[in-house]
């Protein structure tokens, strides 16, 4: 875990004039973006707009048709062992938690330690258990994810993903499947990741999230960042056309 104060350390992740296409729809539009460790990035947009392919891009379950991008200066790799070690490093929620139903909340947070770092099972339990008091599941361990409301089964995922102990965290609408009384217990968790000094890109709906958690707001519409800013200025003060459309639009309710 990174410590607080890193921010602007280097940069973690590049894109660099990226681009990609599903068939004819031309998704990722000449993408650049620089996260530094320990920075929160937000990306925001309408749907559609290729937020989370830009997000399935940073690990590679997106493959890119051109331009690069370096997660901590190394570029990443096709496939095979590579991949799979990168992928070690890069930590993703989805809007699916995606848990392995047979096995117990403690198994699901300690498999990809023991499996991938090839910690010890005493060891991967200690930590596991750590993360699960750390996301708030901690008595839940024994149970199975049906058993777990989706807020619950969606910070063991987190807890998760944590467990590798990533240089970053991805996160793919986290919150778009849960009932609204769920969302701010993920959220919760979310924020105390990022005063820890986790480097985060985070795709969401949730703007009350992006106000306050975010060091900068990235703005994609019709797959390209259209703006990127701070959260006072891009909420305050959206300088493209399209931003204060969108705005407008989901502010009002």
């Keep these: 875990m990174t410590e607080l104060g890193t921010v602007g350390r280097g940069p973690l992740v590049t894109l660099d004039h990226v681009d990609k296409w599903f068939g004819e729809l031309h998704v990722l539009q000449d993408i650049n973006l620089t996260i530094a460790r320990g920075e929160v990035v937000v990306v925001i947009g309408p749907s559609g707009s290729g937020k989370s392919t830009l997000c399935r891009a940073i690990n590679r379950l997106e493959t890119i048709d051109k331009g690069t991008i370096t997660l901590d200066g190394q570029p990443l ?18 809007q699916s938690f995606n848990l392995f139903a047979h096995k117990t909340i403690l198994e699901n947070v300690m498999l990809g330690p023991m499996k991938v770092r ?126 204060k459309d969108f705005l407008s639009k989901i502010l009002k309710h």
Excluded: W
Excluded at 136 to 154: D, H, R, T
Excluded at 233 to 239: G, L, M, Q, T, V
């Design 77 to 94: 790799p096709q496939e095979g062992k590579a991949l799979a070690q990168l992928r070690a490093e890069v930590g993703m929620v989805f």
């Design 118 to 243: 090839k910690q010890s099972r005493a060891d991967a339990e200690k930590k596991a258990r750590e993360l699960l008091d750390r996301v708030g599941v901690g008595a839940q361990a024994e149970k199975y994810p049906a058993q777990l409301s989706g807020g619950q089964q969606q910070r063991v995922a987190i807890a998760r993903a944590l467990a590798m102990e990533p240089k970053v965290m991805l996160f793919d609408e986290p919150t778009s499947a849960l009932d609204p009384e769920m969302i701010k217990e993920v959220l919760d968790v979310m924020v105390d990741l990022a005063k820890q000094g986790m480097t985060m890109v985070v795709v969401t709906h949730e703007m009350g999230f992006a106000r306050t958690a975010a060091d900068r707001v990235a703005f994609m519409a019709d797959g390209r960042i259209v703006e990127e800013n701070t959260p006072e200025e891009f909420f305050d003060n959206p300088r493209s056309e399209r931003a």
